[in-house]
């Protein structure tokens, strides 16, 4: 059995910054692509930010340059550092992982920016 769980959500004002953490747990032979979405209110979930077991990243056009994707294969975590927050990136911040060849999910974490 697999679980991934997230963590590091918050209440931030416009600005600030946040760390969210996704790690992975159970019998895992490997992960390849760990990534983050985000859903914000009446909107559709978003790919975020993505990372490879190759070091492959993604990152959407509304985040560039303000958030950065990371990851410790040894502890079988993923991050998402998240600076200049802004109101729009406000929204439920979920992680997908693809632990030995199938996708995993979590149950999210709340990210709110104060404007």
């Known amino acids: 059995q697999v679980r991934v769980v997230e963590s590091g959500g918050g209440l931030v004002q416009a600005g600030g910054s946040l760390r969210l953490s996704c790690a992975a747990s159970?019998?895992?032979?490997?992960?390849?692509?760990m990534d983050w979405y985000r859903q914000a209110p009446g909107k559709q979930r978003e790919l975020v930010a993505s990372l490879s077991s190759i070091g492959t990243t993604h990152y959407a056009d509304s985040v560039k340059g303000r958030f950065t994707i990371s990851r410790d294969n040894a502890k079988n975590t993923v991050y998402l550092q998240m600076n200049s927050l802004k109101f729009e990136d406000t929204g439920v911040y979920y992680c997908?992982?693809?632990?030995?060849?199938?996708?995993?999910g979590g149950q999210g974490t709340q990210v709110t920016v104060s404007s």
């Open positions: 159970g019998s895992i032979f490997g992960i390849d692509i």
């Open positions: 997908n992982a693809a632990v030995n060849s199938v996708w995993y």
